[in-house]
């Protein structure tokens, strides 16, 4: 109860400054209760589905093929698949958290879970599409084509700094979580 | 909008397959589904009330008028501003084209995009929920590192 009560907290802070702020300057409290909603409503339109699917994926996809496919024995292989399949995401990228949650849990490497968010909130295909609408090719190829070796390389780095330390969820073994 | 109704028929497809062949597995995967949206829902709640705080209180001129500093504190107090800050993509791209036409350096946009798409601050509640904080603080930490790399490099190449 008491930490069901403390994961509120951020909510009940929130709800406190938007008070003080419509009652102190009205204007920027409607703007800012105004802004939540439309977030709010946007939120609740994609975020069923994906866990509808993550839900899926998590009953019919084996754990072997996850394995396979971008586990520790992944190599290369892993690294583009992780890469591909995150491209073609849209959303934003707390979107993806709960997938690469559930593809860590069916046996994913770390280091590929992290290729894939960085993809995710990067260079996914819609967002590339709207970047060079705006800012032209030249800015979006040379972002993309410098945030892809980044990308890999902060998968690598941040698998290389979780395993090390003591035993936690990352540490080898771990990671299978059941609900 | 469009990708809602295609995730929708993604997931309404996938749905429907699912039960024809498994009734059984299928309610697991909804009570799956189900307590992972549940255990979401407070920290959801909490960022989506901090990112309208966000625009109310910091709105769009405010961001800006951090553009006119291209010294290396100016492009830091950037991209501190795009690692802290979290603008959907159809919002950041359109100000970062106002910002190069109204004259900020290339450097000063792309470092604020790059941090913007690389850093989550306002989302790391949410990612410390999933993955642990020693994760999430590397991630972003790495992230802040390089997208400030590739921000430079941007500038010095598109000058």
């Given at each position: 109860m008491k930490t069901r009560f403390r994961r509120y907290a951020l909510f009940a802070l929130v709800v406190v400054a938007d008070l003080f702020l419509s009652w102190q300057y009205p204007a920027r409290g409607s703007v800012a209760m105004k802004s939540s909603l439309d977030y709010l409503v946007e939120m609740f339109l994609f975020i069923p589905p994906i866990f509808v699917l993550v839900g899926l994926l998590d009953v019919w996809v084996p754990r072997q093929i996850v394995e396979k496919n971008v586990?520790?024995?992944?190599?290369v292989r892993g690294v583009v698949i992780s890469i591909l399949v995150a491209t073609a995401a849209a959303g934003p990228l707390y979107a993806g958290f709960p997938v690469a949650d559930a593809l860590l849990r069916k046996g994913c490497r770390l280091a590929n879970a992290v290729i894939f968010l960085g993809t995710w909130a990067t260079i996914k295909i819609p967002m590339l599409m709207m970047e060079v609408k705006f800012v032209g090719l030249p800015f979006a190829l040379l972002r993309l084509a410098l945030t892809l070796p980044a990308i890999i390389a902060t998968g690598y780095l941040v698998e290389m700094i979780l395993k090390a330390g003591e035993p936690g969820r990352f540490a080898q073994g771990a990671g299978e979580k059941n609900y | 909008m469009l990708f809602n109704i295609v995730l929708y028929i993604l997931a309404a497809v996938a749905l429907y397959i699912s039960f024809r062949r498994d009734r059984q597995k299928t309610k697991k995967a909804l009570a799956i589904a189900w307590n992972s949206f549940r255990n979401l829902i407070p920290t959801m709640l909490g960022i989506i009330g901090l990112i309208g705080l966000m625009l109310a209180l910091v709105p769009r001129e405010v961001i800006a008028g951090l553009f006119g500093n291209n010294s290396p504190a100016g492009i830091l107090l950037i991209s501190l501003a795009g690692a802290v800050t979290l603008i959907p993509a159809f919002i950041a791209f359109p100000l970062a084209a106002s910002l190069l036409q109204s004259g900020a350096s290339v450097m000063a946009v792309a470092c604020f995009i790059t941090t913007l798409l690389m850093v989550g601050i306002i989302t790391a509640p949410m990612e410390v929920n999933f993955f642990g904080k020693k994760f999430t603080f590397w991630r972003n930490a790495i992230g802040f590192v390089l997208a400030l790399v590739i921000g430079g490099v941007m500038g010095v190449i598109l000058q």
């Open positions: 586990g520790p024995d992944s190599g | -």
